[in-house]
């Protein structure tokens, strides 16, 4: 059925290291993946997004990755600060549509001083 | 603010009441959706409209559920015969296009 799975589930690096989040989905139809920031007691924020036919984006410190054939994408934060401490959310957009967004269960990034 | 709105932000119910939330969505997008989210996961699609029209919902969702977006504006999610497994927060997203934007969500406790 539809997936989209996350690793890790907790990552915990000192700041000014890069982290990286892993995500697979199973519908090969899939064509938007955004990703989503989440502080405590907040809701979702849309930080980034990818569509199928780019293989990377940037946007300052943070870019996100696109390997169709394998289903792949990642997100990767550089030069972290204790600000982006937060629960990060990947999805895919299934069935080849834009509306029904299908989340990870969410990597919980801790970046200690 | 000119984000997505909901109402209320929390909601204590007993078991087997009836419950509304209200969203309003940013004010020019047409597509308008409903989340649930449990403690430790991500959101789980519910429900989608684009204007008015109600043009998908999840299998996950029970006959206890309904959802209707009257004039192509706010909607609202209601939820009859609570249960205790219908704790969560409620979120809902709008979008012009492609990105969707969340609202705060409605934390809902059935006691």
């Known amino acids: 059925g539809e997936n989209v799975e996350q690793h890790p589930s907790t990552l915990s690096v000192q700041e000014g290291d890069s982290a990286v989040i892993k995500c697979t989905y199973s519908?090969?139809?899939?064509?938007?993946f955004p990703w989503y920031k989440q502080e405590l007691g907040k809701r979702p924020q849309l930080i980034i997004d990818?569509?199928?036919?780019?293989g990377e984006k940037k946007d300052q410190r943070i870019a996100v990755t696109l390997n169709k054939t394998a289903k792949h994408f990642s997100l990767h934060i550089t030069e972290t600060q204790p600000e982006d401490s937060a629960v990060y959310f990947c999805?895919?957009?299934?069935?080849?549509?834009?509306?029904?967004?299908?989340f990870g269960a969410g990597t919980r990034l801790a970046v200690h001083p | 603010d000119t984000g997505v709105s909901q109402d209320p932000r929390h909601k204590i119910t007993k078991r087997g009441q009836n419950v509304t939330f209200r969203c309003d969505p940013i004010?020019?997008?047409?597509?308008l959706y409903w989340y649930r989210q449990t403690l430790g996961q991500g959101p789980e699609f519910l429900t989608y409209?684009?204007?008015?029209?109600?043009?998908?919902k999840s299998r996950l969702l029970s006959d206890r559920f309904s959802a209707e977006r009257p004039k192509g504006s706010f909607s609202t999610l209601e939820i009859q015969r609570t249960e205790q497994g219908d704790s969560a927060m409620y979120l809902c997203?709008?979008?012009?296009?492609?990105?969707?934007?969340f609202g705060p969500g409605t934390r809902l406790t059935v006691l």
């Open positions: 409209f684009q204007n008015e029209a109600q043009l998908e």
């Open positions: 519908d090969s139809a899939s064509n938007y």
């Open positions: 997203a709008s979008s012009f296009e492609v990105e969707q934007f």
């Open positions: 999805a895919a957009c299934i069935s080849g549509g834009y509306n029904k967004l299908i």
């Open positions: 004010s020019e997008h047409n597509r």
């Open positions: 990818i569509r199928s036919n780019v």
